[in-house]
């Protein structure tokens, strides 16, 4: 019971990041049929309890849900969706403060879907696209992690790999059988170790996926002083 409740909290995270549940659960060898079962089980389960006087530990107090309030109402990111709001805010400001899911819920409660922008007409996005520049050695590094397949329909390995955009160089990879974000942090701290650097001031570029995102990597960069980058930047 506890593994499926895991997995049911690492499948919303994979929503929640834009991965499909097919895709999800491809990944980890579940057929999505069991997936749909267990959620449903375990949704049976929670209407149970709600006549439990406790509340769930992760819920949001009221002034929480003010702050993610507030920060839908600035003027500078009017134009903006919920879910660009909250990747926005780890970019500009380094703050985590609830899920892209909580930031859209907040935002539906609070009637700020369609009546948050500046001119009251929804317009396309004109984003600048970032640009990444390195002039040497460990300044700027870029990393992902690749799904690869087996032999084996059920079994995936996970290849995590960090590039020195300057020279182009390999400086760090691990493979894995699974995407967790405690690989890519051992992966980071070997190659930090490897290049006889602490991290401080390095660019750590990556996307937006789950594990790039998470609390874990979020404290870790912060933790060694390097500078976060998300997106599909240009590099130069």
């Not at 992690?145 to 020195?164: A, G, M, N, P």
């Amino acid at each position: 019971m506890k593994k499926k409740k895991e997995l049911l909290k690492t499948a919303q995270e994979a929503i929640d990041a834009g991965i499909t549940i097919e895709k999800f659960c491809d990944s980890v060898g579940v057929p999505t049929r069991s997936y749909f079962l267990w959620k449903k089980t375990s949704n049976k389960i929670e209407i149970k309890k709600k006549g439990r006087k406790t509340s769930p530990e992760n819920k949001l107090s009221f002034k929480e849900k003010e702050e993610i309030v507030n920060v839908l109402l600035k003027k500078e990111w009017a134009d903006y969706s919920p879910r660009e709001i909250y990747y926005k805010l780890i970019d500009e400001e380094k703050r985590i403060i609830a899920s892209p899911a909580t930031f859209y819920r907040i935002a539906k409660d609070a009637d700020l879907l369609t009546k948050r922008s500046k001119t009251g007409i929804k317009r396309p996005l004109n984003r600048e696209k970032p640009q990444l520049v390195a002039t040497g050695h460990n300044q700027v590094w870029s990393w992902d992690v690749s799904q690869i397949k087996s032999e084996c329909r059920s079994v995936r390995f996970y290849l995590y790999v960090i590039v020195d955009i300057w020279s182009r160089l390999v400086v760090g990879w691990v493979l894995e059988d699974h995407e967790k974000s405690e690989h890519a942090i051992i992966m980071w701290k070997k190659a930090l170790e490897d290049q006889f650097i602490t991290g401080k001031g390095l660019t750590n570029h990556k996307d937006n996926g789950a594990i790039m995102t998470s609390h874990e990597m979020i404290k870790f960069v912060r933790d060694a002083q390097m500078v976060d980058s998300y997106s599909r930047a240009g590099i130069g």
